[in-house]
């Protein structure tokens, strides 16, 4: 048995922009965060997205790369008298050394306000520089003058490209890597290992580590095949492969589209069959009831949540019941693509006009001149609707919504509010 004191993962963490990969959007050239960096000017941020896509690493790789001191603490772990005593070091640092501080905050949607309010200070006058990292979304799970400090960036699930490009850099890396160890791993393998670790490459290394612990050395080598990797991914492997998968995939969404029930049932459980994570199929349906159902039938989206949770506190293969009860509903449900073209209009709307001032009675604080709108009217001062403007007065008259007729849509009767001044 190979005896590792560090796990795989952590020994091959990227040391420098040339050694990461991934985020491109954040980090490739001529980007936001790869001028700052280039010009020392790096402050404040917050990092979130799926697990092991890079977050720490690249919060240790700037910290590194602005020559300052470095300060770690987990927020599962941490407390105020923690934060404080980081803060008081960095202080001392910056007055003694004229060397700043960056304090590294993994989990850091998991600290309290008392937490988060003991660094504002420090943060607004200089005194640290914060890099957080969390998986989820930082504008509703943090405290909001944390974020409004930094800079929020968001991480992309690794492409199997790059997480390909990892695990035959762990294979060959003598010093920090596998490359001591005569390893034999066939190309589909590797491509299954890239493939089904979905985008996180430390999940990737750690199956990786993990089949090469549990395989014994035959004939002067170990061999890794994707039977290996998949009992290390507690997965069973696919029996399709990636091109058959994603057809698969088509084929189920176009069949959900379509109304075809029995279709659908089919090819979701060829998938289910194949050893796809059923979380996949679950994802797929609640897009679908929001962009081919919509207001025909509003019920399908609760459905497809319902499924996708289900998975998540059930797991299979109870769900799997629950995945096929909300598939029938999905695809006996009457159809409409309404949202869908609401949201394409208003986001075109938003992307290209620049004249939408807010009309002055939809204002936080209106301003005592009239501007030809008047007072904002309280809707329930008028039994729970009254006709005033709310749109900007260069889009005023635009249709975003219309709907079909379809399911509830045919007996929808919209309340005019566009063209109305009082």
């Not at 922009?17 to 980007?31: M, Y």
């Not at 989990?107 to 003991?118: F, M």
């Not at 058959?244 to 049932?265: I, N, Q, V, W």
Request: charged letters at 25%.
């Amino acid at each position: 048995m190979l005896n590792f004191n560090v796990p795989l993962a952590e020994r091959m963490r990227a040391k420098n922009l040339d050694e990461f990969v991934g985020q491109e959007h954040i980090v490739g050239k001529n980007k936001l965060l790869t001028r700052a960096i280039a010009t020392g000017n790096v402050g404040s941020l917050i990092f979130y997205g799926p697990p092991g896509t890079g977050k720490t690493t690249l919060a240790n790789i700037i910290a590194k790369m602005m020559n300052t001191n470095i300060e770690k603490l987990n927020a599962v772990s941490s407390g105020v008298a923690d934060a404080k005593a980081v803060i008081e070091r960095a202080r001392s640092n910056k007055a003694m050394f004229n060397k700043d501080t960056y304090l590294l905050l993994d989990e850091c949607h998991r600290w309290s306000k008392s937490q988060s309010d003991c660094v504002l200070q420090a943060i607004e006058e200089g005194s640290i520089f914060f890099i957080g990292s969390t998986t989820e979304n930082p504008y509703t799970s943090m405290t909001r003058a944390i974020v409004s400090r930094c800079s929020v960036f968001e991480f992309k699930k690794v492409s199997e490209k790059d997480v390909l490009k990892v695990i035959n850099r762990a294979l060959i890396d003598k010093e920090n890597g596998l490359g001591n160890i005569n390893i034999k791993m066939d190309e589909e393998a590797k491509k299954y290992l890239a493939f089904i670790c979905n985008g996180d490459v430390r999940a990737a290394l750690n199956a990786l580590e993990l089949a090469v612990k549990s395989t014994k050395m035959s004939k002067g080598y170990i061999s890794i095949t994707k039977e290996v990797v998949s009992e290390c991914l507690n997965k069973r492997p696919l029996s399709i492969d990636e091109s058959t998968y994603y057809d698969y995939l088509s084929a189920f969404c176009k069949s959900l589209r379509g109304s075809d029930t029995e279709a659908a049932l089919y090819y979701s459980q060829r998938l289910i069959q194949a050893g796809i994570d059923p979380l996949i199929i679950t994802r797929r349906m609640i897009a679908h009831a929001s962009e081919d159902i919509g207001m025909a039938d509003s019920n399908a989206l609760l459905m497809a949540c319902l499924a996708n949770y289900a998975v998540e506190k059930n797991g299979p293969p109870e769900c799997y019941l629950n995945i096929s009860h909300a598939i029938i509903y999905l695809c006996e449900a009457e159809k409409s693509n309404s949202v869908l073209l609401a949201m394409k209009r208003a986001e075109k709307d938003a992307q290209d006009e620049r004249e939408d001032n807010v009309p002055n009675h939809l204002k936080n604080h209106p301003s005592t001149n009239k501007d030809g709108h008047g007072a904002y009217l309280y809707p329930h001062d008028y039994g729970g609707y009254v006709a005033q403007q709310y749109m900007p007065d260069k889009l005023k008259n635009r249709v975003y919504y219309e709907p079909s007729q379809n399911g509830k849509e045919k007996n929808m009767i919209r309340k005019k509010t566009r063209n109305v001044k009082k």
